[in-house]
């Protein structure tokens, strides 16, 4: 059912492809060289309720504003900001995505949420060049979790890697707005993530980061709405080459400071 969205997607920004088609053919022969952002994850000063609300520690988290549209970049219609933090227990991420028409209904675990308002993190404490594992988090903005472990980048058609489950993942969704009604304006929805280091596969032989260790990450959305002039805008914090979340080599790093 990823390969469902992703034809969705495909199929929506088509147009935008193919008059993109000659500028993207001369940027890929300069493109030798990769300038990921990237983005600092400094230690959490104090604790952090999960409840879609940002507490005071979430402060000294620098504001991440640089989503763009792939394949383009071109800035998107709504902004989505995010905050990234740590402790020895877990990572934590808030987002706050702008949206003048939230919705969704998708209320299983790991269903299409990307067919609904969804927020999404990718991580792998890789260099995204080597990279072929990562783990993927959608969350739609009913706080319904797809949630996966790609083991092999390369096949990730299917329900395959899905079955995999964040077991102590904490999340709460916040709305400002009406869910599910197109007919007044929405202001934004936010969603605060923990993901416990002992949540992630790689961590069972592997001390916690170390002062600068850099993973490749980047965080996403789906904007479904009647504002958008293609109904759907996806974006990234990443520069993505392709139109494409699941390609690794685009994603950005995430350094921890300690
Ligand atoms: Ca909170
Ligand atoms: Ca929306
Ligand atoms: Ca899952």
Redesign the pocket.
């Known amino acids: 059912m990823r390969h469902s969205c992703l034809v969705t997607a495909t199929a929506l920004l088509l147009a935008a492809l193919l008059t993109s088609c000659a500028t993207t053919t001369t940027k890929k022969a300069e493109e030798g060289k990769r300038d990921p952002h990237i983005d600092l994850c400094y230690r959490a000063p104090g604790p952090i309720t999960i409840d879609g609300v940002m507490e005071d520690a979430w402060k000294k988290a620098p504001l991440i504003t640089h989503f763009t549209v792939p394949p383009k970049g071109q800035r998107p219609y709504m902004k989505t900001e995010a905050r990234i933090l740590w402790d020895d227990e877990a990572l934590y991420v808030f987002m706050k995505a702008y949206d003048k028409d939230i919705t969704a209904y998708r209320t299983e ?2 269903s299409d949420t990307c067919n609904d308002d969804v927020l999404e993190l990718f991580l792998v404490p890789d260099d995204p060049a080597t990279a072929v594992s990562y783990l993927n988090f959608e969350i739609n903005a009913l706080g319904t ?4 472990y790609v083991y092999n980048r390369n096949l990730i058609a299917g329900r395959r890697w ?5 077991a102590k993942l904490e999340h709460a969704v916040k709305i400002h707005g009406t869910l599910n009604n197109f007919r007044d304006e929405d202001e934004a929805w936010c969603l605060e993530l923990k993901l416990p280091f002992s949540d992630m596969p790689w961590m069972e032989n592997r001390p916690l980061p170390i002062n600068g260790e850099q993973w490749a990450f980047h965080l996403a959305r789906y904007d479904w709405s009647i504002y958008q002039p293609n109904g759907c805008e996806l974006s990234s914090s990443a520069k993505l080459t392709k139109l494409n979340f699941h390609f690794v080599p685009d994603f950005d790093i995430i350094q921890f400071v300690r």
Do not use: G
């Open positions: 675990r790991d979790v797809h949630d996966a899905q079955f995999w489950n964040a």
